[in-house]
Structure formats: structure tokens, C-alpha cells
């Protein structure tokens, strides 16, 4: 499976994250050259602090969503991958007609089965959370309603990026040792 749009993602996430930090340090030091024509130019330090708190808990939910979206979207495609083994084992027509389902119907699997699909590949734990993690960003993609609160309350990206990697290094492992 390929990482590199989920290491991506998460790399992207820690500049800006560290630059958060800078920004709330040339502020403190009132450093204004650094901020001048921005949104805290004329901004109190309380404020600042507010903003970049907010901005900073907005952006771990939303890099949660992205790295969970990225990883649904490379299990599906691996899974067609997989699929197309088919052809090896029946006849062509009946070949092409089962990918042309599985790549229109794949979209509608439910994430949380698919994981489950792997379950003689990678760890209960690792799988469990990913479905925690997957709860939390249903709750975020859905405009995080107050009244359908998920299980975990909050997901952070390293754990986020930390458990996807576990996922695919587990599903990878377990493969080569098939292949052997």
C-alpha cells in the first residue's frame, strides 16, 4: 500500500503546527515585524492566545480526517488491486465483469468492515482503534453535532498517523511471510 500521500499529510501537518508555535513566540515577544498585515496585528495577546488554540485544535481534527480519508481511500485501492488476481484463476469475461462491479461498488463498503477484512493479517488492537479513530472523523466530517458525540472524544494526528502506519506495516509483514 502505498504511504506516501499519508507521510505527506502528516510532515505537512507538523510545519505548520511548529509554525503555530512561532508565530505564538514572535507574538509574546511582540516581535511585530512578523506579524504586521495579518490578523493579529492589532490583536491582544489573550486574543492571539484564544486564536491559535482554536486554530490549532481545528487543524489536528482536520488532519485526523485527511489522514483517515487518505488511508480509505489506498485500503480500497489495494483492495482492488488485489482484485484483479481474479484474472488469473477465471475465465476473462467473467474477470472483467467482477472488477467492473467491484470498482463501482467498492465506494459503498463500509470502511470499518474492510479493516475488518485484514483481521487475519493485523492485530485486534491496531484494527480497534482504527475504528475508534474512523468514529472520530465520521463525527468531525459531520460537523462534530453535540448530540451524536463519538466514543473517543478526541483523536490527535501522531496517533492517528502512528496507528494507520501500524495497519499497513502489519498488513505488509503478514504478506511477505505469505509470499515466503
Keep these: 500500500m502505498n504511504t506516501g500521500y499519508i507521510i505527506d499529510i502528516y510532515s505537512n501537518y507538523l510545519v505548520v503546527k511548529d509554525s503555530l508555535?512561532?508565530?505564538?513566540?514572535?507574538?509574546?515577544?511582540?516581535?511585530?515585524?512578523?506579524?504586521?498585515?495579518?490578523i493579529f496585528e492589532n490583536s491582544k495577546q489573550d486574543e492571539v492566545?484564544?486564536?491559535?488554540?482554536?486554530?490549532?485544535?481545528?487543524?489536528?481534527?482536520?488532519?485526523?480526517?485527511?489522514?483517515?480519508?487518505?488511508f480509505e481511500r489506498q485500503l480500497r485501492a489495494e483492495i482492488l488491486n488485489k482484485s484483479s488476481k481474479l484474472q488469473e484463476i477465471i475465465p476473462a469475461e467473467l474477470e472483467e465483469r467482477i472488477n467492473t462491479l467491484a470498482q463501482k461498488e467498492i465506494e459503498r463498503w463500509r470502511i470499518g468492515e474492510i479493516i475488518d477484512l485484514f483481521d487475519f493479517l493485523v492485530d485486534e488492537n491496531v484494527?480497534?482503534?482504527?475504528?475508534?479513530?474512523?468514529?472520530?472523523?465520521?463525527?468531525?466530517?459531520?460537523?462534530?453535532?453535540?448530540?451524536?458525540?463519538?466514543?473517543?472524544?478526541?483523536?490527535?494526528?501522531?496517533?492517528?498517523?502512528?496507528?494507520?502506519?501500524?495497519?499497513?506495516?502489519?498488513?505488509?509483514?503478514?504478506?511477505?511471510?505469505?509470499?515466503?
Excluded at 468514529?135 to 498517523?161: C, F
Design 49 to 70: 492566545n484564544l486564536m491559535l488554540e482554536s486554530a490549532a485544535k481545528d487543524l489536528a481534527d482536520l488532519i485526523v480526517l485527511g489522514l483517515f480519508a487518505t
Design 21 to 38: 508555535k512561532v508565530t505564538r513566540r514572535s507574538i509574546k515577544k511582540e516581535v511585530s515585524i512578523l506579524y504586521n498585515r495579518t
Design 127 to 180: 484494527r480497534g482503534k482504527l475504528k475508534q479513530i474512523l468514529q472520530y472523523r465520521n463525527w468531525i466530517a459531520h460537523g462534530k453535532s453535540p448530540n451524536a458525540l463519538p466514543s473517543v472524544r478526541s483523536a490527535d494526528p501522531k496517533t492517528t498517523y502512528e496507528t494507520i502506519l501500524e495497519f499497513v506495516s502489519q498488513m505488509a509483514e503478514e504478506n511477505a511471510n505469505l509470499l515466503s
